[in-house]
């Protein structure tokens, strides 16, 4: 986003080169570049210098093996919402997809490294920047600017250890700059140490970052929200389920962070004057296509991304979105790849105004400027979109540098609404904070938001934990949340298993999905946007036949067969009617077998190459 190539900016190019020593470390895991002692007193001599450091702690955030990719489109799938790039398990992106993943796959081997290459910078910051004479003994403007600084470092630390632990689980863990003279042999470390270490220094960095309104120049350095509202996120996943061994567990003290994660959500709540819901869903993810910001900071944390390149750039409306086949048209094209489960789609009320943007269902061909219809088979996510980008951008470049989303305030008040219920039972305040988010899904219309909860929403602290499940089902659809989400709820095998069935009910027109129709029609492409002419839950005429100025396109016809038999493992017959399906494994998590501990993904090869003392995670 453009303010942050302007934060980055402002630098002068004394500062820069002097950081330059302190940010090259070396891109494989624990081989870092030794840092000059003069080159690192240089840096964190001056406020500049100390700033220059910190954008280079941001950087490992970014670009293709950061939040600019892999992080944000490849290692959440396959979940009940999206699925990863389709096709068979190919030892790169579709093989975490359909959890089949092998130690030696790149596509894991590079984030992992990334990661930890950007907590060897934030250890370096976080070592430095409280010796410096102007931390304590500068001017008040010096020694705010500092503390600001070390406040960001220590919550960066915090993101990139939270990454690694959720996807990786009991991974090294070091809280001090690598030296050359140290024992590079690093264990696994406890799980729950590692999260408890970040809730106890984000409580420290919390008193060193100014909140959003006090901090100048908006961009997007983190202020105290995001602070806080991260310290809620790793509480809840402190006190969540996590893979051990091939066993999912629950920590014994879990009640203890749900404390701290109620505490951080209150705080949050009570300042609204900082961040709070936008009243338009729509208005959040426009914001981001179009590279602005937005009024109401309900983005509390995000990525900043820049100079489309593989290392600073973000592919996101390019690598996902609706899928533009036209490189030379108005629009440009794009991959397309993220789809939906088609159950997702149905799992939105026809009023709930999410799903429009959560979902595409249309495509632009090879020769045209408009919008077509496309198949329930082919809808995908659309949060992320190359065709809402202010100005249009031609061509194939894949770099749209849309910033990724880490915290939105709606999942502030979700997450109080869970801690809530898991302290206290459906609380009326629990209550509140969830049909506060879902009333905007329906354009403020509380009695209708309401009236579609269900009755569960009442009934008890079981019946009010399932309507969070589902709330942040629908709300956070295609933003990295929902695997990690039924990771720490020990829900991966439960829905994975019922999306599974829904899929199979809507092949065979099932209910509840009996009147979702075979066939769909749209008006002839036309400037305008998409329209459909009839309703996604009607079953389609006796009369099949396209009428005049629509064309018809297979909806729940295009879940056939061999579309069921793909979300199994390979070599599993499906017959729907007359037809059978032997699958080939290329639909939605269709290796994933539950007790094989593929919940989690494996360590890369080199790093147990590297690193005598470190033990591959089981199942690999």
């Not at 390979?570 to 399906?581: P, S």
Request: neutral net charge.
């Amino acid at each position: 986003m453009k303010s942050f190539i302007s934060f980055r900016a402002a630098l002068t190019a004394v500062a820069v080169a002097g950081a330059t020593g302190l940010v090259s470390s070396c891109k494989d895991y624990l081989d870092v570049e030794p840092v000059a002692l003069n080159t690192t007193a240089y840096t964190f001599s001056t406020v500049d210098g100390a700033t220059a450091a910190i954008i280079g702690a941001y950087d490992p955030l970014s670009g293709d093996q950061g939040y600019g990719t892999r992080l944000s489109m490849y290692f959440p799938y396959d979940t009940d919402e999206m699925i990863g790039s389709a096709g068979a398990a190919d030892g790169a992106r579709r093989s975490i997809a359909r959890y089949t993943s092998l130690p030696t796959n790149t596509e894991i081997t590079n984030p992992w490294n990334q990661l930890y290459q950007g907590v060897e910078r934030t250890n370096i910051c976080i070592q430095q920047i409280p010796q410096m004479t102007l931390y304590n003994g500068g001017t008040a403007a010096d020694t705010a600017s500092l503390h600001r600084l070390h406040g960001e470092a220590l919550t960066l630390r915090a993101q990139y250890y939270f990454e690694l632990v959720r996807n990786w689980g009991d991974v090294p863990a070091q809280f001090v700059p690598s030296s050359p003279d140290q024992d590079f042999n690093l264990p696994n470390a406890d799980r729950n140490a590692t999260l408890s270490k970040l809730i106890d220094d984000l409580l420290l960095a919390e008193k060193l970052v100014p909140w959003r309104s006090r901090a100048a120049t908006p961009n997007e350095r983190i202020t105290k929200g995001a602070v806080k509202a991260l310290r809620a996120r790793i509480a809840l996943f402190r006190g969540g389920y996590s893979l051990k061994g091939k066993q999912m567990q629950r920590p014994a003290d879990y009640l203890d962070y749900y404390r701290i994660a109620r505490q951080e959500c209150a705080d949050l709540m009570a300042n609204r004057g900082e961040h709070t819901l936008n009243p338009s869903f729509l208005e959040v993810f426009m914001s981001i296509n179009q590279l602005r910001s937005e009024s109401a900071n309900e983005i509390m944390f995000q990525v900043g991304m820049s100079t489309a390149t593989v290392a600073s750039g973000s592919k996101l409306g390019y690598y996902n979105g609706p899928r533009l086949r036209n490189a030379n048209g108005t629009f440009g094209s794009t991959q397309g790849a993220v789809t939906i489960a088609p159950p997702y789609f149905y799992a939105f009320d026809s009023t709930d105004t999410r799903r429009a943007v959560t979902i595409t269902t249309y495509e632009i061909g090879e020769r045209s400027n408009f919008q077509s219809g496309v198949a329930l088979s082919a809808i995908t996510d659309g949060k992320f979109r190359r065709d809402w980008h202010s100005p249009p951008v031609t061509g194939t470049v894949n770099y749209l540098d849309y910033n990724w989303p880490i915290i939105r305030f709606a999942d502030v008040l979700l997450m109080f609404a869970e801690a809530d219920n898991e302290l206290n039972g459906p609380t009326p305040a629990a209550q509140n904070a969830l049909l506060e988010v879902r009333n905007r899904a329906f354009g403020g219309n509380s009695a209708l938001a309401l009236s579609t909860l269900g009755a569960g929403f009442n009934a008890s602290k079981a019946s009010f934990f399932n309507t969070i499940v589902n709330e942040r089902y629908l709300e956070f659809g295609s933003e990295g949340i929902r695997k990690y989400d039924l990771l720490r709820w020990n829900l991966l095998e439960t829905k994975l298993n019922e999306v599974k069935a829904n899929i199979e009910k809507i092949a065979r027109a099932q209910a509840p999905y009996q009147n979702v129709p075979q066939y769909m029609y749209y008006r002839t492409p036309s400037a305008n946007a998409l329209q459909w002419t009839r309703s996604f839950f009607r079953p389609s005429p006796a009369n099949t036949t396209a009428p005049s100025g629509t064309v018809r396109v297979n909806w729940r016809q295009s879940i056939d067969a061999a579309y069921v038999a793909n979300t199994r493992p390979t070599g599993i017959r499906v017959a729907i009617g007359t037809t059978t399906a032997t699958s080939t494994g290329t639909g939605l998590a269709a290796e994933y077998v539950p007790g094989m501990g593929k919940e989690l993904l494996p360590i890369p090869q080199s790093a147990i190459s590297a690193d005598p003392a470190l033990i591959q995670n089981e199942g690999y």
